[in-house]
């Protein structure tokens, strides 16, 4: 029935989750009740990524092949539980953006066909100073996530001789992020300054198969190095979200040497069951990335 509720106790709080046989994925018969099952299950490993910061959600209410809209603005009729974060809005000023800090609230997104959780580089708590870089990696077709195994292998190398150590993930859909972690102070136009220095670097080495310009009209064939993520205002898929994708792919933490298997050809994609076991086989990755302290060469 079309409205039914169910109740739900998920840790301390009470749920009411809402028309669960709902297929949100169709090529896959994946429904709402196991997307929402997958954020409860991953929210432990989640959480440690996401839970100090302010939250943008993706909504699909009618499944991936239906409309979407992105919702920075917590919604009002939020749980009273659930906290909110100040975060930067769209003209100056503020808005107050969710703030995912406990398995319910993932729980709660989820229900609300919030299928990908999208997280800024600062922590609620100091928005202005960013504790990681990115470097998102998008291939323009014909390049493909092979291709962009082989740059992240690249970037990887290259920071390495600056002393520094960076984490890959997927992105769940066509492409790769790599991440700095830094934990210790720094601007997001730093940030933003050293990534773009890297990225025209590469381009420069490479220009048949790497490009730092944001124009549509440059990228085909290339991977397209998005240093411009770094933005006070911009946010990157976080790990372990779920994509709305044909198939449930999600954002997903790698090991090096599976990046150098993908330069090679191997598949890349993961989709929520894998996820959920590789987590209970190899614990989180991407977990240095919360804690490993490291700095940006100063600009020049």
Request: aromatic share 6%; proline share 8%.
């Amino acid at each position: 029935m079309v409205g039914e509720k169910t109740l739900v106790e998920v840790g301390a709080r009470s749920l009411a989750l809402t028309n669960l046989d709902k297929v949100l994925y169709p090529d896959e018969g994946f429904t709402k009740a196991e997307v929402i099952g997958y954020y409860a299950t991953i929210a432990p490993t989640m959480l440690t990524h996401i839970a100090d910061r302010g939250i943008t959600l993706r909504r699909w209410p009618d499944g991936v092949d239906g409309p979407s809209f992105f919702e920075k603005r917590c919604p009002s009729h939020r749980p009273e539980w659930l906290e909110v974060a100040a975060g930067p809005g769209d003209r100056g000023g503020s808005i107050d953006y969710c703030r995912l800090s406990e398995p319910a609230a993932l729980v709660w997104t989820a229900n609300l066909a919030a299928l990908e959780i999208h997280a800024p580089m600062a922590r609620a708590a100091d928005i202005e100073s960013p504790t990681m870089v990115v470097f998102d990696l998008d291939p323009g077709t014909p390049a493909t996530i092979v291709d962009c195994a082989r740059v992240a292998l690249r970037i990887r190398d290259l920071l390495a001789d600056l002393g520094l150590q960076c984490w890959p993930k997927t992105s769940g859909s066509k492409g790769m992020q790599l991440y700095v972690p830094l934990n210790t102070p720094h601007t997001h136009d730093h940030a933003g300054q050293f990534a773009l220095a890297v990225a025209q670097l590469l381009e420069k080495q490479t220009p048949r198969t790497v490009t730092s310009l944001m124009k549509k009209s440059l990228r085909p064939g290339k991977v397209f190095v998005d240093w411009s993520q770094n933005s006070r205002h911009k946010t990157t898929i976080a790990p372990y979200s779920l994509r709305a994708r044909a198939r449930p792919t999600v954002s997903t933490p790698l090991r090096w040497d599976e990046v150098a298997e993908g330069a090679d050809g191997a598949d890349l994609v993961f989709v929520a069951g894998d996820v959920v076991a590789r987590v209970e086989a190899v614990g989180d990755l991407f977990a240095p990335t919360t804690t490993l302290e490291q700095a940006l060469p100063k600009p020049a």
